[in-house]
């Protein structure tokens, strides 16, 4: 059973429109992550949340938000989609309990920008 | 600063080993880690190991860690159609920290 679900696994948007990209866990996990994927390149951490705190990666364009309303769900929003934003985004959770701290990936959601 | 590389791609043939190679630069890295990422689907932790190993095994997968030169390396004993997907190496300076991946190495085994 997948243990963290994204949606929608497509999103096709056009420049500049508001896009909300979705994440649910069943994991209990305290921490989630987004991570930003384009073609041939490593996953980018764009934020993260332990518990309520929110971090952001200094390096995170403002265009990108998060929001996590309750331990399950968490929320990638870009403002205003432009063509660089194209990419595979990827949620993540992990526990305090886990020996290595290991992260749980879902199957990503990718986004196409016209 | 923060960096992870690895080489984009490797061939091999079905029953060879396969040698996935991964250097790092942050000397402060307490956990490595080998992620599996199958076409359209999430990463997928394959195995970690600490920073005061050297050496892991896990059935068909090694890990050797050369902690002095930076250097990571997973092998695949016995690689199999299976086993094609992109590895990324990643690290971490503590646990549940944020994790720096490599780009990741596509690794295509022909029959």
């Known amino acids: 059973d997948a243990m963290v679900i994204q949606n929608p696994r497509y999103q096709v948007t056009q420049f500049g429109k508001p896009v909300t990209l979705s994440c649910s866990q069943t994991l209990n996990h305290n921490v989630m992550y987004w991570y930003q994927q384009k073609s041939s390149q490593a996953p980018k951490l764009l934020f993260h949340y332990y518990d309520k705190d929110f971090n952001n990666e200094a390096d995170t364009p403002d265009n990108f938000q998060s929001r996590r309303p309750n331990t399950s769900f968490c929320f990638l929003d870009i403002r205003s989609p432009g063509l660089g934003d194209a990419a595979m985004y990827l949620c993540?959770?992990?526990?305090?309990?886990?020996?290595?701290?290991?992260?749980?990936f879902g199957e990503g959601s990718r986004l196409t920008v016209l | 600063g923060e960096d992870v590389e690895q080489s984009l791609f490797l061939s091999v043939r079905e029953g060879d080993s396969s040698v996935i190679n991964c250097t790092y630069t942050d000397s402060s890295s307490t956990y490595l880690y080998w992620y599996k990422q199958e076409p359209g689907a999430g990463l997928q932790l394959l195995t970690y190991?600490?920073?005061?190993?050297d050496m892991k095994q896990d059935q068909r997968l090694t890990v050797l860690l050369n902690k002095k030169d930076k250097h990571l390396s997973l092998r695949i004993a016995d690689t199999q159609t299976g086993d094609s997907a992109i590895y990324f190496c990643?690290?971490?300076?503590?646990?549940?920290?944020?994790?720096?991946f490599g780009q990741g190495t596509e690794l295509s085994v022909k029959p």
């Open positions: 190991i600490f920073s005061n190993m």
């Open positions: 993540a959770t992990s526990g305090d309990r886990g020996p290595a701290g290991e992260l749980f």
């Open positions: 990643a690290e971490s300076i503590q646990k549940g920290g944020k994790l720096i």
